[in-house]
């Protein structure tokens, strides 16, 4: 049996703050999350998601699936998730539990933000999120190729690189990529590795995208429209198909989940691409 952490502190739920002093490990970490977002883990703990800790003890992960899902084999694609900037993963999944539920796919939110400051440190790096990510799903039993990456703002300028890393270990985990709001820096070191050959010349030969932007983003050439545009033409000329690109004009930065219409959309993608994945992982072609 996965270790899960027993919760009983107390909290209310205000904006995230860095934290006064760092989280120690996990177990911290999401006794101030939790006290942080006290509302949003109600939920997550009332629609049944486990709260589990990651293999290195420095952060935790919240895990769901639909009712009549939790002890199918194989199990049903899912929805990886990754917050934005200074947030939680109580916030991620709060937002995409009811998409999930509807479309019959679970959810593994990552609190990837390790709650001690705003520097690229207190995040996890690609290179260390990813084995965490890769156990939990190889735990999990998901099928290769039927998990979808999400990631929004700062997560979705980590999805690049966790993409890449999952092309480079053979398994591909990934089959679609949702980078929501968060364009490509080519100076991150990891993005500096993909331009550089170090995935090989085609780092994103097989991978599937769907990309949202926010006309009214406030940051337009980081995370808004021009920065998708940008981030788009780069993945493309790596060797990525461009499922959809969704621009909304009158959407601000977190405007994705505020529109049903753009989640489904995403989702209508997986629901094209994955069937055709597990289809291989049975070697019928159905």
């Known amino acids: 049996m996965r270790a899960l952490w027993s919760l009983i502190v107390i909290g209310t739920c205000c904006a995230a703050p860095i ?10 970490l999401l006794l101030w999350a939790k006290a942080m977002n006290a509302d949003r883990y109600q939920f997550a703990l009332d629609e049944g998601a486990q709260i589990l ?36 993963a109580f916030d991620e999944f709060f937002l995409w539990q009811p998409y999930a539920e509807r479309h019959g796919y679970g959810v593994l939110a990552v609190q990837w933000w ?12 690609p290179q260390e999120l990813y084995p965490l990510l890769a156990k939990i799903l190889k735990d999990e039993q998901i099928d290769p ?14 999805t690049y690189a966790l993409t ?5 270990s053979g398994a591909a985990r990934f089959g ?37 932007c926010g006309g009214l983003d406030p940051h337009p050439e980081r995370d808004g429209c021009p920065a998708m ?14 499922d959809r690109l969704i621009e909304d004009p009158q959407a ?33 072609g159905t």
């Open 252 to 284: 601000k930065h977190g405007g994705f989940h505020r529109t049903a219409a753009h989640v489904n959309a995403a989702l209508d993608v997986a629901a094209r691409l994955l069937p055709d994945a597990r289809a291989a992982q049975r070697g019928d």
């Open 53 to 88: 800790p990651t293999s290195d003890g420095r952060s935790f992960c919240l895990l769901w699936y639909p009712i009549p899902l939790r002890t199918v084999s194989p199990k049903p694609p899912l929805i990886v998730t990754l917050h934005g900037h200074r947030s939680f």
């Open 229 to 242: 545009r940008r981030t788009a033409d780069w993945l493309t000329g790596l060797g990525g198909t461009i």
């Open 114 to 125: 390790l709650g001690g400051g705003d520097d690229a440190r207190d995040y996890y790096a």
């Open 19 to 28: 934290a006064a002093a760092a989280p120690r490990d996990g177990k911290q």
């Open 145 to 158: 190729g039927t998990a979808i990456l999400h990631g929004f703002s700062r997560g979705a300028a980590n």
């Open 164 to 168: 890449a890393l999952d092309r480079a």
């Open 176 to 212: 679609l990529t949702i980078a929501n709001a968060g364009g490509v820096s080519s100076d991150f070191p990891p993005n500096e590795q993909i331009g550089q050959g170090v995935f090989g010349e085609q780092a994103f030969a097989g991978t599937h995208w769907v990309l949202f």
